[in-house]
């Protein structure tokens, strides 16, 4: 069975498991994290970070936060003459942006593990895709991180530049491919409408999964071979 999640921005690794222990998932199941693991609560997601590393049957779709830390590498590198040197005012800016968005939790804790285990990191967040297509039973879907801003039909996925698909979602009333459902987060759902908050949010012809962990909500795992919800405090 395929699993997906997104927008953890630190949740608990532990209760991540936990989560899916509850809804069965096993080592024949797949998970994809659409995005944004990192930042804003926690440890920023770092150690769910290192978790993925190691799991063959789980993978990130790089999201907008991800995407960020990636610029921001110069952060965290030894602190020398030569490096201040080469600081310019975009680094400065790129740096600040990334932390009013809820980085400096990540750094600090990126600044605790040794050296090594923060380049793997970078070297997986650095091939991790912008989307999977994946096919359940008779459903093709497609899983981003955003959505596909100046969506066209005819426009094919390769042609997407990567701000497309991680940083802005489909309007209320606005369909995508009619032959295929693009599953993504980004967008809490109650960004939508209220009576959406923790909840997934399924249209016509894409599902938005992002429940607003981000903002003090519970994360909701969902499960594409039947469009099931889990959540950890209803198992």
């Known amino acids: 069975m395929i699993y997906v999640i997104s927008d953890l921005h630190g949740y608990p690794q532990q209760d991540l498991r936990k989560l899916l222990a509850g809804a069965g998932f096993s080592d024949e199941d797949f998970l994809y994290i659409l995005g944004d693991v990192i930042d804003r609560h926690g ?3 770092v150690e769910t970070l290192l978790w993925l590393l190691e799991q063959p049957n789980a993978q990130l779709i790089l999201g907008n936060h991800e995407a960020m ?3 921001c590498r110069f952060a965290l590198e030894e602190v020398t003459d030569e490096a201040l040197a080469e600081l310019t005012a975009e680094h400065i800016g790129t740096l600040d942006n990334y932390m009013f968005n809820g980085g400096d939790v990540t750094l600090r804790a990126l600044r605790k593990l040794p050296p090594e285990r923060v380049r793997d990191i970078f070297s997986y967040l650095a091939e991790a895709p912008l989307y999977e297509g994946v ?7 497609l899983l981003v991180h955003a959505g596909l801003q100046g969506f066209r039909p005819d426009k094919k996925l390769s042609a997407y530049a990567p701000d497309e698909l991680m940083w802005q979602g489909p309007a209320m009333d606005e369909d995508y491919f009619e032959d ?3 599953v993504f987060g980004h967008t809490p759902t109650f960004v939508y409408e209220e009576a959406f908050r923790g909840r997934v949010l399924t249209k016509r012809t894409w599902i938005d999964i992002d429940a607003g962990a981000g903002y003090g909500e519970e994360p909701v795992l969902f499960r594409l071979d039947d ?5 950890l405090s209803e198992l």
């Open 180 to 182: 295929i459902v693009t």
């Open 227 to 231: 469009r099931r919800e889990f959540r």
């Open 135 to 141: 096919s359940v039973g008779d459903t093709d879907y």
């Open 43 to 45: 440890d920023g997601g």
């Open 69 to 71: 830390l990636l610029s």
